[in-house]
């Protein structure tokens, strides 16, 4: 009893002396003070300033759609009932919070035009001071999970009411604990875009419209029967409903709500549309064709798509499924008929911000706009925005629907003129499209190269995997031992940064059931968002064994968790080439020089397993260079006031023979096949069968990567003859494609072209011509002439004959005459 009351005072005492100092987190998160600690690590290292919690704040939920509404607890913090909150995002954005009955203080959201983290801070006294700080992530749409928005019942009918035959009554539906009210309003708003397109007036607006109903019980559904908009409302075509308090006046901004996603309004469009929608969206299409002939082209600075299904969800560093065609999800590609898969580019495109979409079919095979409705479509506007966002093109999901949704519904939805659409959104083929090299680390550990070379470093310590100057890219690993007794180590956490960029840490947890994922040495929480938008790097994190790292480069970073042991591959684009050293090696397609040391001397005996433990240890890295948080004793003074390789540590080289091993049988069974000398020295040396068994999975998986990103030879589209048809729309080599006639015309040059190791299609060219009938009328006119020439012949004949008759006739009548 007595030595707790003294820890009590210990610490009160402390606490009096961080204040009496200045020592308090009030205006100093993030920072290491002289008593005491106001950044992250604190709370594990356990010198946090006595008010770490009451000014660093933590927040739940901690994230929210990009609309607004979210109503969120500032946890551990102190408020009472005269507290007046109000909420500061980035430092213009105010909304009005409020005490609960528990005195605990709220927040809501505001609506925003960019996503990721965004700077909080907290006022307790009506906005005088802000003294708290944190931060709130806002999440796309597209991206929020379904429980925390409205949900349209039957999207399409929304979409397409008006059109032929789609009429009646309309319904959604929300989960009521979203909106803390008895009673709500149904209100509908609007997006729209004004301005000079790429010029500083070019600004996007959301705004209040009109409200669909007032007073309603928040029973969590609400129906109608629309009808068009009236007093000009009609003209906006995109927006989003939303639910909110009938306590508050008619659009009032950043009050709690729960929203449905934006989506075209075609429900309240004017008459005319209803009365002929095909004619309305014609009209629509052709103004939108216009206008694009206007702005500039952005599609020589995209990126190409890969040209198969396997490559495009190989190359994670630069694409990412695309949400509204999944083939996790039972590919649902509404936009897409025909396709099962879509990804999008990850990075927007660096001038005009524009993106890129690639989309495949059932066989692998990218499906192109010149063959089908349902083909890959680059975007003007990247449908996930890209930084600095808040202006378009950049506004994460309304900009994509302003500029390459909507005119979609015109042209090809509610109409059927895709060609216009075609014109200025086609497909991009492949032929440009490099895949990235590969390396990885996995088991005990063991090292593939990106150029093929594979080995195996047990060294204890923190080491360079990659680094490229010319790109301003890190990848470090850290090594620890498997346990206290086996001569053997594994990989435990990877940090790494690209200039500029967040750095990013992936590190097992205690247990070795998880990964952990630190931005900054802050432990980032994916409880309730998968996807993250960072300081120039995006995070993946769908399950606690699945991290991938995206930086802005193109470069991607795989982290698995498999049987206690993590596997970590990396995605190198082109530009990597002969830029990179470390121990994954020279990137150039030279496995000689794959083994160098910071000097650049080649290891001479890649057999030599003490020459290549050298090497090894050669790439460990500096107390300047590290991109690892030390966030507990036991890595400080393991890692941090240490040597950055243990040269005192001296693994098992060699896989031990044994057949009276306990594990040989085991060994005999998991182990088998190439990569086996993996399998079975995480058995026999690392002592474990599960590692082992890890061991070859990554293996396989790492072989089977680089035969998905294996280069394949596209020889483009090929288009069918003028006046004729194909049969055939893969391009790959080997492919071919049958080509025919209309009625009436004939083929001339090969019917059959296939394409061709060099990626030129065979044959000649095919044409598809009018039959030709010039030796038939020659022929005809031959005989023709001839049957002339003797008709003529035969009548000069015939009267040569008889003017010969007639002077004979004569003749023989004056011999007559004289003779008489």
């Known amino acids: 009893m007595m030595d707790r009351f003294t820890v009590v005072i210990c610490v009160l005492l402390v606490s009096c002396i961080c204040r009496t100092l200045g020592q308090t987190c009030e205006g100093n998160c993030g920072k290491t003070l002289d008593l005491c600690s106001c950044h992250s690590t604190c709370t594990s290292l356990g010198n946090c300033c006595t008010d770490y919690r009451e000014y660093c704040v933590e927040i739940l939920p901690y994230s929210g759609s990009i609309l607004g509404g979210t109503d969120f607890i500032v946890l551990n913090a102190t408020f009472n009932n005269s507290s007046e909150i109000v909420c500061r995002f980035h430092d213009n954005i105010k909304t009005e919070g409020y005490v609960d009955e528990t005195s605990r203080g709220h927040c809501i959201s505001p609506l925003l035009y960019e996503t990721g983290w965004v700077p909080l801070s907290i006022s307790s006294d009506n906005g005088t001071t802000f003294s708290r700080t944190g931060a709130w992530l806002s999440v796309h749409t597209g991206k929020l999970d379904a429980k925390f928005k409205a949900i349209l019942v039957n999207s399409t009918k929304w979409q397409y009411y008006g059109t032929t035959d789609v009429r ?142 396997a490559q495009a969800r190989a190359d994670t560093g630069r694409f990412h499924t695309d949400y509204g065609c999944d083939i996790e999800k039972g590919s649902v590609c509404t936009y897409h008929p025909g396709c099962v898969h879509c990804v999008r580019a990850i990075q927007a495109s660096p001038m005009y911000a524009a993106g890129q979409q690639c989309c495949y079919d059932s066989t692998g095979a990218q ?108 990848i470090q690993g850290r090594t620890e031992p498997v346990n206290g007794t086996v001569k053997a180590t594994q990989l435990t956490s990877v940090a790494m940064k690209e200039t500029p960029s967040d750095i990013i840490e992936v590190r097992l947890v205690s247990g070795h059931n998880g990964l952990e994922v630190l931005q900054n040495q802050k432990t980032l929480s994916f409880s309730e968002q998968s996807w993250m938008d960072l300081h120039g790097v995006y995070v993946f994190s769908p399950t606690s064994s699945n991290v991938t790292v995206m930086f802005s480069s193109g470069a991607g970073v795989e982290v698995r968790l498999r049987e206690g042991t993590m596997t970590t591959t990396v995605l190198l684009p082109e530009e990597f080439i002969d830029t990179t050293m470390g121990l994954l090696g020279k990137m150039n397609g030279d496995p000689k020089d794959d083994l160098a040391l910071t000097n650049g001397e080649l290891v001479q005996n890649l057999t030599n397993p003490e020459e290549v433990f050298s090497f090894g240890a050669g790439w460990a890295i ?157 022929a005809g006119s031959v005989i023709g002439a001839a049957a002339l020439i003797l008709m003529i012949t035969t009548i000069v004949l015939l009267s040569r004959k008889q003017k010969q008759k007639r002077r004979d006739e004569q003749t023989e009548e004056a011999g007559t005459t004289e003779a008489f």
């Open 367 to 474: 499906v192109l706009t010149a063959d089908s409705i349902g083909g890959s479509t680059p975007d003007r506007a990247h449908d996930w925005g890209s930084p600095p966002f808040k202006k378009p093109p950049r506004i994460p999901g309304q900009s994509h629907w302003v500029y390459d949704v909507l005119s979609f519904y015109y042209c090809c939805l509610w109409s059927d003129n895709c060609h216009f659409y075609f014109k200025h959104r086609p497909s991009s083929d492949c032929r440009r499209y490099k895949s990235p090299g590969s390396a990885v680390v996995f088991g005990d550990p063991h090292f593939i190269t990106f150029d093929g070379v594979s080995y195996s470093f047990n060294g204890f310590g923190e080491y360079t995997l990659v680094t490229s100057f010319a790109k301003g890219l890190t």
């Open 622 to 778: 500096s107390n300047q260079s590290a991109l690892f948080t030390y966030d507990s004793e036991y890595l400080f003074d393991t890692f941090l006031y240490a040597p950055r390789h243990d040269a005192s540590f001296l693994p098992v080289f060699s896989i031990p023979e044994n057949p009276n091993d306990p594990l040989a049988n085991q060994t005999s069974e998991i182990c088998s096949g190439p990569g086996s000398q993996f399998c079975r020295y995480d058995i026999l040396v690392g002592r474990s069968p599960r590692m082992g068994n890890a061991s070859k999975i990554s293996y396989q998986s790492h072989i089977s990567l680089e035969e998905d990103l294996k280069p394949v030879i596209s020889c483009g589209w090929f288009s069918p003859p003028s006046n004729g048809k194909k049969e055939g729309t893969t391009y790959l080599q080997g492919a071919k494609v049958n080509l025919s006639c209309n009625e009436g015309f004939t083929l001339t040059g090969p019917s059959l072209r296939v394409c061709q190791w060099d990626g030129v299609w065979s044959g000649g060219d095919t044409n598809c011509v009018v039959p030709n009938n010039i030796p038939g009328i020659v």
């Open 168 to 309: 009646g009554n309309l319904e959604m539906t929300w989960n009521t604990s979203l909106v803390r009210a008895e009673r709500v309003n149904i209100e509908l708003w609007g997006y729209r875009e004004t301005g000079e397109p790429y010029t500083d007036s070019w600004l996007g607006e959301w705004a209040y419209l009109y409200s669909l109903a007032k007073d309603q019980p928040n029973s969590g559904s609400f129906g109608f029967l629309p009808k068009p908009a009236e007093n000009g409302f009609s003209s906006w075509e995109l927006g989003s409903l939303r639910i909110s308090s009938s306590i508050y006046p008619d659009g009032m901004w950043n009050v709690q709500a729960a929203w449905t996603e934006d989506h075209a309004l075609a429900w309240h469009l004017e008459e005319k549309f209803r009365q002929n929608s095909t004619v309305w969206a014609l009209d629509k299409c052709v103004a939108w064709d216009q206008l694009e002939n206007e702005l500039p082209n952005f599609l020589s600075e995209i990126i190409d798509c890969p040209c198969t299904l």
